[in-house]
């Protein structure tokens, strides 16, 4: 499956972005997604999961309460809703795709990924 993520940019802290992950190919609602995020110099860590079916979400403590995930698997996409962003937000986000739902957590269990884009928080 291939993964094209969209929708960053600049925000003012407080603010509100909403990410897409677009997948190609007719197996997406075989895919658990999932939403990883990378700031300069840190490593790449987890910030949401979606079952294939979208029944079971997952955050990071850190985001908890203030993003959300979904899919619609007829339009072969899955967004990340962010609000109430945080400077410590701004990194570039990447959405992830695996065939299973095993330690979603762990970037080394993802085997397909989008190209990121990157999210601006100013304070």
């Known amino acids: 499956v291939q993964l094209q993520a969209s929708g960053g940019g600049l925000v003012q802290a407080g603010g509100s972005l909403r990410l897409s992950c677009k997948a190609s190919?007719?197996?997406?609602?075989?895919?658990?997604m999932g939403w990883f995020r990378q700031a300069p110099g840190k490593e790449r860590e987890f910030v949401a999961y979606i079952s294939v079916g979208g029944s079971t979400t997952s955050y990071a403590d850190s985001v908890k309460g203030r993003f959300t995930i979904s899919r619609d698997n007829t339009r072969y996409t899955a967004w990340l809703q962010m609000n109430s962003l945080k400077p410590e937000d701004a990194a570039v986000y990447y959405c992830?795709?695996?065939?299973?739902?095993?330690?979603?957590?762990?970037?080394?269990?993802?085997?397909?990924w989008g190209q990121g884009t990157l999210v601006t928080v100013s304070s």
């Open positions: 992830a795709a695996q065939s299973s739902a095993s330690r979603f957590q762990d970037r080394y269990a993802w085997g397909y």
């Open positions: 190919g007719h197996s997406f609602r075989s895919y658990s």
